[in-house]
T-cell receptor, first 111, second 114 residues
Framework: EDQVTQSPEALRLQEGESSSLNCSYT??????LFWYRQDPGKGPEFLFT???AGEEKEKERLKATLTKKESFLHITAPKPEDSATYLC????????????FGTGTQLKVEL | ETGVTQTPRHLVMGMTNKKSLKCEQH?????MYWYKQSAKKPLELMFV???????ENNSVPSRFSPECPNSSHLFLHLHTLQPEDSALYLC?????????????FGNGTRLTVT
């Protein structure tokens, strides 16, 4: 059975304090790994897709990386507006566009 | 309007009521989805429609009935729900249901069953 585990469950950072969120996965065959951001009262917002081990993608203060077992979302010098829940999801080969999601990491960045 | 729009934003219903959730996408996509999001649980896929044809029904109870009249609109008809059905219901769309194009989500309908 495909599984996605995100850690930590919650993370509090001071503004400017860099850190990483982890997404570990166990799948039969990875087709793509997705990162989403979800603000309270809103739907998930797409951030990145990663397809193969070694791939990296960046957007502003966020950088996503992928290995054969896990993905990291690195947040460099975060700001309060980066506070949100970050969701990881995997798409497996032969699974159509079905995504298996993790439970998310709730990030709070304080001044 | 742009993106994916869901109405209503909030809904409170009794267990004997019948109600419908509506979703409209303005992105020109041809696949639409219903997801359920409960506290402390991963998003659960409920239904997938591709080119207005249901291609996945993820073992969802029959008290949830989807309808996709065209590629821009998706409904979720609800009847005789249970309190454990209280959750955030999210609609999403994508270009194609078999590729790796990302899902674009609406802001959801917060459903409370009393």
């Amino acid at each position: 059975e495909d599984q996605v585990t995100q850690s930590p469950e919650a993370l509090r950072l001071q503004e400017g304090e860099s850190s990483s969120l982890n997404c570990s996965y166990t799948v039969s065959g990875l087709r793509g790994l997705f990162w989403y951001r979800q603000d309270p009262g809103k739907g998930p917002e797409f951030l990145f897709t990663l397809y193969s081990a070694g791939e990296e993608k960046e957007k502003e203060r966020l950088k996503a990386t992928l290995t054969k077992k896990e993905s990291f979302l690195h947040i460099t010098a975060p700001k309060p507006e980066d506070s949100a829940t970050y969701l990881c999801a995997v798409q497996v080969t032969g699974g159509g566009n079905k995504l298996t999601f993790g439970t998310g990491t709730q990030l709070k960045v304080e001044l | 309007e742009t993106g994916v729009t869901q109405t209503p934003r909030h809904l409170v219903m009794g267990m004997t009521n019948k109600k419908s959730l509506k979703c409209e996408q303005h992105l020109g996509h041809n696949a639409m989805y219903w997801y359920k999001q409960s506290a402390k649980k991963p998003l659960e896929l409920m239904f997938v429609y591709s080119l207005e044809e249901r291609v996945e029904n993820n073992s969802v109870p029959s008290r949830f009935s989807p309808e996709c009249p065209n590629s821009s609109h998706l409904f979720l008809h609800l009847h005789t729900l249970q309190p454990e059905d209280s959750a955030l219901y999210l609609c999403a769309s994508s270009q194609g249901a078999g590729g790796t194009s990302p899902l674009h989500f609406g802001n959801g309908t917060r459903l409370t069953v009393t």
